[in-house]
């Protein structure tokens, strides 16, 4: 068994507290107890199961399963072919939005990765051994860790798996709301959006659109000519100017969207501002 244990405060958003790899003795068992961490463990070898919340369920190589904090929680490998597993156990302000993304919770805590094995195997690796490779094994560990759950939300989105509980919505629209105000000024689309956070297009909108009562699409134009608008007042910024700065190169069609959401063209949107400050 390999495990070590150590706490940084330098990684507030995603913080590895322990890791290791356990090649277990027929029926060696933990539980039933709970942690106050989140663990999530892989099975590189053998079977065994798993128990939580009155469910029971078995898994091999290539699977894996989550404990959530203050979970009861009771596992044990199998009499005839006991597994061998790796596992990380994490804190962090980021944790539960990563979990949600890769879809596992309490109720959901169950992932299989099939063709993604090796890679997933590449990166227990990485994070097992980055403590004797150089200085900054921390940092390294830590981007091992964000390369870890990567590989989880991938496989998500690859299955076409959906969050499992209802609060999950209210993160992605907050993710896609974030990504806005963070991308505004580039050539962004819905697709990229959807991509980027690792959801269905048609899925991502639907969601987005019953939650907020728009649709991505149109909170992006609008977000766009509320900075524009703000922009308007720099009297240094050409109505060009503006436009490519929120995104628009062309800037006939930037003024056409601008009166529609603002009600006047941008030029006389200025003017008027102008004079309303004088």
């Known amino acids: 068994m390999i495990t070590y244990?150590?706490?940084?405060t330098h990684f507030q958003e995603l913080q590895l507290l322990?890791?290791?790899?356990?090649?277990?003795?027929?029926?060696h068992h933990f539980g039933p107890a709970m942690r106050d961490y989140y663990k999530i463990h892989y099975v590189l070898n053998g079977k065994g199961t798993f128990e939580v919340a009155g469910t029971t369920y078995h898994l091999r190589k290539g699977q894996g399963f989550l404990i959530?904090?203050?979970?009861?929680?009771?596992?044990?490998?199998?009499?005839?072919?006991?597994?061998?597993?790796?596992?990380?156990?994490?804190q962090g302000t980021h944790s539960s939005s990563f979990l949600e993304q890769a879809c596992l919770t309490e109720q959901q805590p169950i992932f299989d990765l099939g063709?993604?094995?090796?890679?997933?195997r590449s990166c227990l690796h990485?994070?097992?051994?980055?403590?004797?490779?150089?200085?900054?094994?921390?940092?390294?560990?830590?981007?091992?860790?964000?390369?870890?759950?990567?590989?989880?939300?991938?496989?998500a989105h690859t299955a076409n798996l959906q969050p499992a509980v209802e609060h999950g919505?209210?993160?992605?629209?907050?993710?896609?709301?974030?990504?806005?105000?963070?991308?505004?000024?580039?050539?962004?689309t819905v697709q990229s959006i959807a991509s980027h956070i690792g959801l269905q297009r048609s899925y991502l909108c639907s969601l987005f659109k019953d939650q907020i009562g728009s649709s991505i699409q149109s909170y992006l134009v609008h977000y766009r000519m509320r900075r524009a608008a703000e922009l308007t007042m720099d009297l240094n910024l050409s109505i060009g100017d503006i436009a490519r700065s929120v995104g628009y190169t062309d800037q006939l069609l930037f003024s056409k969207m601008f009166k529609k959401v603002m009600g006047e063209a941008p030029t006389h949107y200025r003017k008027k501002k102008a004079a309303a400050s004088l």
């Open 68 to 90: 959530v904090p203050h979970s009861v929680v009771h596992y044990q490998a199998d009499l005839h072919d006991p597994w061998e597993y790796s596992w990380v156990a994490f």
């Open 169 to 188: 919505k209210d993160m992605y629209v907050t993710q896609v709301m974030d990504f806005i105000e963070m991308n505004y000024a580039n050539a962004i």
């Open 115 to 120: 063709d993604e094995d090796d890679e997933m």
């Open 126 to 155: 990485r994070i097992i051994h980055s403590r004797t490779t150089h200085k900054g094994w921390e940092i390294s560990m830590t981007g091992w860790l964000y390369q870890f759950f990567a590989i989880l939300i991938d496989h």
């Open 5 to 8: 244990m150590f706490k940084n």
């Open 18 to 27: 322990h890791y290791g790899t356990e090649v277990c003795t027929p029926g």
